[in-house]
């Protein structure tokens, strides 16, 4: 599979996680809407282009599990959650359970809102290693409180990268009378996801991540009950629309000025490419390489896996407890000198020791091998001879 994509073949790609990589049928499906917006923009962006994305909405819609007027397309997860968190009324006092297992960007949206309403935002801390469902369950409900007032929580983290049970925290805070808002950034097409079953209030995904769309394609899901809460980000005109749809929450999202929309279109063309190329069971063989990889790496690094190792935690990527005397000097040599692409990070983390935690995190997708965690361990191996950036 790896011919089919478009990646600098002198570079190690360890790093599908963070920004995806887009397969050659599909980035060229994305061209030919680029083409066909410029040959006639008027028409494209005004006429034909809001019909081919209805079609893709659907389509999108279909293979979530949800209606297609309950999702609207956004450039990114931080778009989507800056809908959504803007529009909340936070008062003073109210607060918002989450982990501390959180992406950066999002516990920086959650932070500047809270000061502005004076709310909180509660990171609960999750221990690592994660061995139980129950264990987590456990540890995060202790951050209930009477002030609780929304979940907000990763079905699958970016420095930890652990699959969490959102499932069952969507269903707890239900009963509770919560309003569940999930960060899926990493979930479509890297777990199973279905809308009808997960149950969240609001979910955000991103297409351009393990679904292969172009970069800038993701989705933001509102159940209908909770729609009319969210005023648009950029009023433009779809807000008092002179032609208004059935839906005010697409009329309020989908039409934001001009723009490229050409990326939102290539999602039938993903569908089609990984449902033909079978991908579940790839899937499959990534997730396999990530778990060998993942014992065979703490062993050689003398760390301990933060998980147990097993498809109830992991997916088609691992973060491996590392140390390193300078994390960004690492992930430089990594990439300069060993043309390995690879996220090293230090979060907020801690283990028994209390020190902060530092992580390498692998991604496992179809164009990934054997042969390529191989060449990551030789370079940790000479760095680990030559300097003493790993200890």
Partial sequence: MKSHFLLDPQITYLNHGSFGACPKPIFENYQHWQLELEREPVQFITV??????????????????????????????????????????????DEILTTNHEYGAMDRTWNYYCRKAGAKYVQQPIPIPLLSKEQF?????????PKTKIVFISQITSPTALIFPVKEICERAKELGLMTIVDGAH????????????????????????MLTPKGCSFLYVKKELQHLFDPLIISWGYEAEFPSHSQFLDYHEYAGTRDFSAFLTVPK???????????????????????TYLEFC????????????DEFLGQMCSIPIRSADILKLKEVLYQEYKI??????????????????????SAQVYN??????????????????SNLLE
């Avoid at 062993?299 to 097993?310: A, E, H, M, R, Y």
């Avoid at 390529?372 to 361990?377: A, G, N, S, T, Y």
Wanted: hydrophobic content about 40%; proline content about 4%; charged content about 25%.
């Fill in 48 to 93: 034909k282009g809001p019909k081919l994305l209805k079609k893709s909405r659907e389509a999108l819609a279909e293979f979530v599990h949800c209606q297609a007027d309950e999702v609207v397309y956004v450039p990114n997860p931080s778009t989507a959650f800056n809908i959504v968190i803007k529009n909340l009324k936070l008062n003073a006092g």
């Fill in 341 to 362: 692409e690879i996220p090293v990070m230090n979060t907020r983390l801690e283990f028994e020791s209390n020190s902060k935690q530092q992580f390498i995190r692998i």
């Fill in 299 to 310: 062993d050689f690094l003398n760390t301990k896996p933060i998980c147990t190792v097993s």
């Fill in 137 to 145: 369950l456990e540890a995060f409900w202790k951050g209930l409180t």
């Fill in 270 to 292: 993903a569908l089609e490419f990984l449902e033909s190329n079978n991908w579940r069971e790839r899937r499959k063989t990534c997730r396999q390489l990530i778990q060998d």
């Fill in 187 to 210: 979930t479509p097409y890297h777990i199973d996801l279905d809308l009808s079953v997960l149950k969240a209030d609001i979910f955000t995904g991103a297409c351009h991540k393990w």
């Fill in 369 to 386: 091998s054997k042969q390529d965690m191989q060449i990551l361990k030789n370079a940790l191996s000479d760095i680990r001879k030559k």
